[in-house]
């Protein structure tokens, strides 16, 4: 703690207010706030009380402190000056705004995994620094050397990253587009804030899954929507509910995830996905698609976008690179009519004035080099490997808790646990002993479901992970 200097031929009461005085401007005490009362604050300093006093009265007298009877030394709401200032009250500001916080869960997640280093942590949704293309990538960066102009680019992504994508997606995905069709975004979550904010209009009803990613993203509520469910099975989202949404509700947007949708692993079925396209095109509703893991399909066969057999434009397709590369690059994209990209782009402009050319570039790059075949052969080997760890974990420890579907690609697994449980109970008692997870009421579910993301934790880190959850789990029910 900070002690006066005996040596210095500045008087002690003089150095005790010049100290107090600075840590108030750093806002260490707060207008309001109550200082240490005199006798105190002389124990801790080693000084005589009436050091304190000509301290305190020196503070007084420049109308930084006011002292009442019975209410102790405070530090002043009105500082002695040509026109008092009020301090703004940031409490205040931080609990308004229109953008509403991460939900409870997502927050605690984040504060855990900042503060305790060895936590196992199965709630990330993100590839391990081994599953990402770091050396193709610094490979690619050292052999080029920038010697373009590094200012501010098109608003709708740099022209190179979007033509490469024109390829990309036709060899990958099987869409065909143009490059004046395709907006360049920081994201997924990126591309789903500029369409609510800009597509859709505060009351608007939107339907998106049950469970959904998209439960968890407090941007829809913010933008003012009503969210309706259509609840996933196991072949996927039922076609007629998004009917029944419609004549109730007048739903005018769809958000789907079909292709190992996030948080359930599962497959949106054939049958179903014709029915489905039938269905919004007699209703003329349009459908975002969200496609961030077919690329990890373990057989090596990706399953078709919705986008790639949508003949009458009826769907905004989004991909990124977060979930197949590298989530730092920060670099994804939306595939949508000409209108609607210019109606994005402009907001994008008026947003960051679009994003950083380096990593654009780097992307650019990286998608028609031939390290990305390679890559992607790579990254399903291990995410099969993990899952397969993860599911003979889970069968070993918890045989008769849980029940699950083995997922055919993406990075998660989707379990219900069997008994009743508490899921606030559950994952606080697991962070205690170790391990981290996302509890399914994250993505609107119901109590008992659990989201175990095996990309981001080390292989062998699965099954001790599992075996604290499960002694987690067995203290709960006991």
Known sequence: MWKPDRQSAQPLYQQIADNIERRISYGEFPPGSLLPSERKLAEKLGVNRSTVILAYAELRALGIIES???????????????????????????EGGSFLPNVPFLRRIREVLQKEETMIDFASGELAANLCPVEEINHLMNVKHYTDYLGYDNPQGCAPLRETLVTYLRKYRGIQTTASSILITSGSQQSLYLITQCLLAPGDAVAIEDPSYCYSLPMFQSAGLRLFRLPVDYKGVRPDDIRSLYKKHRIKMVFLNPNFQNPTGTLLDNERRIELLNVVSELGLPIVEDDPFSLTSYNGIPPAPLKSVDSIGSIIYIGSLSKIAASGLRVGWMVAP??????????????????????????????????????????????????????????????????????????????????????NKLFEEAIRRGVIFAPGSVYGSDSGYVRFTYARSRADEIAPGIAKFAAALRCILS
């Not at 500082?79 to 008092?84: C, I, L, N, Q, S």
């Not at 849980?402 to 998660?412: C, D, E, R, T, Y």
Request: a positive charge; hydrophobic letters at 40%; proline letters at 7%.
């Open 338 to 423: 000409h209108s609607v990209v210019e109606r994005l782009a402009d907001a994008r402009q008026q947003m960051d004035f679009g994003l950083s050319i380096v990593p654009q570039k780097v992307a650019a790059q990286f998608l028609k080099s031939p390290y990305i075949d390679p890559h992607l052969d790579r990254l399903r080997m291990h995410l099969l490997y993990k899952r397969d760890l993860l599911i003979e974990a889970l069968q070993k420890e918890l045989p008769d808790l849980v029940s699950f579907k083995a997922p055919a690609g993406g990075l998660h697994l989707w379990c219900k646990i069997i008994p009743k449980v508490n899921d």
């Open 68 to 94: 009442r009877t019975g209410s102790g030394t405070r530090v002043s709401k009105y500082k002695w000056e040509a026109t008092p200032k009020h301090t703004p009250n940031w409490h205040r500001y931080v």
